[in-house]
């Protein structure tokens, strides 16, 4: 097969847990808070303003609206008990960082290597700011992407997306996604163990702006897979 173990996805996939991992071996990310129906109280009065409340273990932005970076405890409490209860999970609030969106694009296994980056931006082909990608942009696609722009820190940004890979333990693939804070440092937002590689996401972007053809990014996560399989054998 292809892609991470079993173990690594359901790890990444904890994303209180993933961002806590990544940031304790020196990649920059959100202060943030785990929330349950048991300590929602705590967690309210602690978390940092502004922020935005997510299921723990979705993807795709589900549980993000438009309107989901918040200012208001009041607005946040409502907001994450209506994710507690709508998703039946616990939720993480983390600290909303106004910026830029990268998606950093990673392939290999114990010599990982970046692929490319792409930057993500609104409908209107503005810069993201405020407003978060959310839900209904991602499952429509009605987001547009473009190489980054020129004020972004391209080695700190590759240098922490090989950071976070390596420390999650993914392999042969996967996608690394920050936002650029106003000081231009790459804030890591989460990682996808198994993100979209059809004609229309990232991975294929990328390619596309490096004139590669698409099949050569099949053949590079298939080598990285192969190569793998082979080391194991020998």
């Known amino acids: 097969y292809t892609g991470s173990s079993a173990f690594v996805h359901g790890l990444v996939r904890h994303k209180h847990i993933a961002t806590k991992l990544v940031q304790a071996y020196g990649v920059l990310a959100p202060d ?10 705590e967690c309210i009065g602690l978390a940092p303003l502004p922020a935005i409340a997510t299921p723990c273990f979705e993807s795709a932005s589900a549980g993000i609206f438009s309107d989901s970076r918040m200012t208001s405890r009041a607005t946040l409490r409502k907001r994450t008990e209506n994710l507690l209860r709508e998703f039946r999970q616990p939720a993480v609030i983390e600290s909303f960082v106004d910026g830029r969106e990268v998606s950093v694009a990673v392939v290999g296994g114990a010599r990982p290597r970046v692929f490319g980056a792409v930057e993500l931006l609104m409908p209107d082909g503005s810069v993201p700011g405020k407003r978060p990608l ?4 991602v499952k429509n696609y009605s987001y547009s992407m473009r190489s980054p722009a020129q004020e972004i820190p391209m080695k700190r940004l590759k240098d922490a997306a090989i950071l976070a890979y390596k420390v999650l333990g993914i ?3 996967g996608r690394i996604d920050f936002r650029i804070d106003e000081e231009g ?11 979209h590689i059809f004609r229309k996401s990232e991975f294929a972007f990328i ?3 490096q004139g590669l053809p698409y099949r050569e990014v099949m053949a590079a996560i298939l080598s990285e897979a192969l190569g793998r399989i082979n080391s194991d054998e020998a």
């Open 171 to 173: 392999q042969d693939y």
């Open 207 to 209: 390619a596309e702006s």
């Open 185 to 195: 440092r790459p804030v890591f937002l989460e990682a996808s163990t198994h993100p």
């Open 134 to 137: 959310d839900f209904d942009l």
């Open 32 to 41: 943030s808070v785990h929330v349950t129906p048991e300590n929602i109280d």
